[in-house]
């Protein structure tokens, strides 16, 4: 087992998490330094990541129905709408008159 301290970890600092420099291709840091004494907490914390981001993909689920729903009720207030100017439309041609002239924002 080497050290942190030893004439490696001098010359080119501390190591990086889940690095370990200049030893070859195959050790890891657990290897040259012992087991990690964070181990238990990764699994606590992995699975905390793993809750929040199942959390994260249900919300993004319900915002995209949501979004749907609101697309669904635009659509059918475009279709009301588009009945009425048809309606109108016609009462106006039924009674021959010339229909007003359509504002700016229409």
Request: cysteine-free; aromatic content about 4%.
């Amino acid at each position: 087992m080497l050290s942190q301290n030893d004439s490696i970890a001098q010359v080119f600092g501390k190591e990086k998490p889940g690095r370990v420099r200049d030893v070859g291709f195959r050790p890891t840091r657990s290897q040259l330094f012992g087991p990690n004494l964070h181990a238990s907490g990764n699994g606590v914390q992995l699975e905390e990541t793993q809750r929040k981001l199942l959390e994260l993909q249900a919300g993004l689920k319900g915002e995209k129905l949501k979004r749907k729903v609101m697309e669904d009720e635009v659509a059918a207030e475009k279709k009301k709408m588009k009945a009425m100017e048809s309606a109108l439309l016609y009462l106006f041609q039924r009674q021959g008159e010339e229909l007003p002239p359509t504002s700016p924002q229409g």
